[in-house]
């Protein structure tokens, strides 16, 4: 591995989840506050990164009461990058900041992890983030989750 690589979720994804349930889950109104300015200032970080020749992968630690806020951080690289970027930044920069070959690629030798989308996210990028119903994912070749299931391994004799 080479060069100078970030991950979003630490510019991005927390801020984005707690600007989304924060009030949920009984963050304070100074806090919000506080939240949304560090959302903002994690935006222009992002864009920043990029001027300067940083590669921009995508990442997130999320959990507990913010595991369903996960895909959030999606739509704000989006918005930061570009659909295009983001694709690149959660396939083939993440596989190049792991130092991984066969990830992040389709072809002979890579892994066969896989998301089907129900659509072209570089014209329609929500169909990354949207509802299962929109998307299929595959995990050496064999279809791991279902609509609105977690990621679960499903047994290998299923026909999907």
């Given at each position: 591995?080479?060069?100078?690589?970030?991950?979003?979720?630490?510019?991005?994804?927390?801020?984005?989840?707690?600007a989304?349930?924060?009030?949920e889950?009984?963050?304070?109104?100074?806090?919000?506050?506080?939240n949304?300015?560090v959302?903002?200032?994690?935006?222009?970080?992002?864009?920043?990164?990029?001027?300067?020749?940083?590669?921009?992968?995508f990442?997130?630690?999320?959990?507990?009461?913010?595991?369903?806020?996960?895909?959030?951080?999606?739509?704000?690289?989006?918005?930061?990058?570009g659909?295009?970027?983001?694709?690149r930044?959660a396939?083939?920069?993440?596989?190049?900041?792991?130092?991984r070959?066969?990830?992040?690629?389709?072809?002979?030798?890579?892994?066969?992890?896989?998301?089907?989308l129900?659509?072209?996210?570089?014209?329609?990028?929500?169909?990354?983030?949207?509802?299962?119903?929109?998307?299929?994912?595959?995990?050496?070749?064999?279809?791991?989750?279902?609509?609105?299931?977690r990621?679960?391994?499903?047994?290998?004799?299923?026909?999907?």
């Amino acid at each position: 591995m080479t060069g100078t690589f970030v991950g979003e979720a630490g510019a991005t994804g927390e801020t984005t989840a707690f600007a989304n349930v924060g009030a949920e889950l009984g963050l304070a109104p100074v806090a919000q506050a506080k939240n949304r300015e560090v959302l903002d200032a994690g935006r222009a970080a992002i864009g920043l990164a990029r001027e300067a020749g940083v590669r921009i992968g995508f990442g997130t630690d999320l959990m507990g009461p913010l595991d369903g806020e996960q895909l959030h951080g999606l739509r704000l690289q989006a918005e930061v990058e570009g659909p295009l970027a983001l694709l690149r930044a959660a396939t083939s920069v993440n596989a190049e900041l792991l130092g991984r070959d066969d990830l992040g690629r389709i072809g002979p030798g890579a892994v066969a992890d896989l998301l089907v989308l129900d659509g072209d996210p570089l014209q329609d990028p929500s169909v990354l983030w949207g509802g299962p119903d929109r998307r299929a994912v595959f995990q050496g070749g064999i279809r791991v989750a279902e609509q609105g299931a977690r990621l679960v391994l499903l047994p290998r004799t299923a026909t999907r």
